[in-house]
Nanobody
Framework: QVQLKESGGASVQTGGSLRLSCIAS????????IAWYRQTPGSGNEREKV?????????NYADSVEGRFTISRDNAENTVSLQMNNLEPGDSAIYYC?????????????????WGQGTQVVVSS
């Protein structure tokens, strides 16, 4: 089990950039695949998977953010970052990082085992 804490959420204007960070602690976090999800007020409890990264650096992105968002990890610092560029109002959400032992489980839609508390991003037009 790992503990996750997000930071970096803020309010920005359309076209702006933000960098979210997720710091992991606990049970060997470098051995976990990490994903970023987001949840909007109108989505109920549904969270959209935005980006994920394996322990070895393999990445995958939702079509809605491909080319604008970049996920990366620094295993020495137990940190996973999400660089978000050219932000749009539709990117406004609470962003969560989540961890799972297996990248393929995250890739194929399994629910992560561990979640952070979230950080809010607001993009105004």
């Amino acid at each position: 089990q790992v503990q996750l804490k997000e930071s970096g959420g803020a309010s920005v204007q359309t076209g702006g950039s933000l960098r979210l960070s997720c710091i992991a602690s606990g049970d060997l976090p470098a051995q976990y695949a990490i994903a970023w999800y987001r949840q909007t007020p109108g989505s109920g409890n549904e969270r959209e998977k935005v980006a994920l990264i394996s322990t070895g650096g393999t990445t995958n992105y939702a079509d809605s953010v491909e080319g604008r968002f970049t996920i990366s990890r620094d295993n020495a610092e137990n940190t996973v970052s999400l660089q978000m560029n050219n932000l749009e109002p539709g990117d406004s959400a609470i962003y969560y990082c989540a961890a799972n032992r297996l990248f393929r489980d995250l890739l194929f839609g399994s629910q992560p085992a561990d979640w952070g508390q979230g950080t809010q991003v607001v993009v105004s037009s």
